[in-house]
T-cell receptor
Framework: GDSVTQMEGPVTLSEEAFLTINCTYTATGYPSLFWYVQYPGEGLQLLLKATKADDKGSNKGFEATYRKETTSFHLEKGSVQVSDSAVYFCALILTGGGNKLTFGTGTQLKVEL | NAGVMQNPRHLVRRRGQEARLRCSPMKGHSHVYWYRQLPEEGLKFMVYLQKENIIDESGMPKERFSAEFPKEGPSILRIQQVVRGDSAAYFC???????????FGQGTRLTVV
């Protein structure tokens, strides 16, 4: 079945460090890919998305490129801030799947001064 | 425009009791999705409803769980005769149409004691 695998956390970084959170997927067809962020005590918010191969999604300094050949959608940020501390979820939707998301297990990011 | 509202935020039930989780979608949204997040796992799709109709319930456990989205009022996820394994965070999301972005609520954390 369709699935998303992302690196386990927690990931602890110093402020201004480079961030990579790995995400790979298994899916039939050509899914759309998403990164969601969950700040403490809040619901999930869409961070960025890409709908086809080689698309790059970007938002708030975060970016991820849809790599069909490696079935990956790694999240990156050049310089993290303390305010980026949150749980990050990679997810996919199959073509025609509406809003039926398949999520990874989430990666907790802690950024320290 | 208020976001997706879920209540209660925290719910404690004894084994065998019933749990009712409520979700008020964003204004104008008629599509509602319920997801469950078990400890140490990602969010798993449960059910998709569109005003008074269940569109996809492929992720709902066969017994004890039901969902509704009446013409008036919030969507309700009902769990009868709760067991410890039902302890989880339950998230609701809503969207304007099937293929537009879904917005998530803050979740209800159910604890069965």
């Amino acid at each position: 079945g369709d699935s998303v695998t992302q690196m386990e956390g927690p990931v602890t970084l110093s402020e201004e460090a480079f961030l990579t959170i790995n995400c790979t997927y298994t899916a039939t067809g050509y899914p759309s890919l998403f990164w969601y962020v969950q700040y403490p005590g809040e619901g999930l918010q869409l961070l960025l998305k890409a709908t086809k191969a080689d698309d790059k999604g970007s938002n708030k300094g975060f970016e991820a490129t849809y790599r069909k050949e490696t079935t990956s959608f790694h999240l990156e940020k050049g310089s993290v801030q303390v305010s980026d501390s949150a749980v990050y979820f990679c997810a996919l939707i199959l073509t025609g799947g509406g809003n039926k998301l398949t999520f990874g297990t989430g990666t907790q990011l802690k950024v320290e001064l | 425009n208020a976001g997706v509202m879920q209540n209660p935020r925290h719910l404690v039930r004894r084994r065998g009791q019933e749990a009712r989780l409520r979700c008020s979608p964003m204004k104008g949204h008629s599509h509602v999705y319920w997801y469950r997040q078990l400890p140490e796992e990602g969010l798993k799709f449960m059910v998709y409803l569109q005003k008074e109709n269940i569109i996809d319930e492929s992720g709902m456990p066969k017994e004890r769980f039901s969902a509704e989205f009446p013409k008036e009022g919030p969507s309700i996820l009902r769990i009868q005769q709760v067991v410890r394994g039902d302890s989880a965070a339950y998230f609701c999301a809503s969207s304007l149409t099937k293929n537009t972005e879904a917005f998530f609520g803050q979740g209800t954390r159910l604890t069965v004691v």
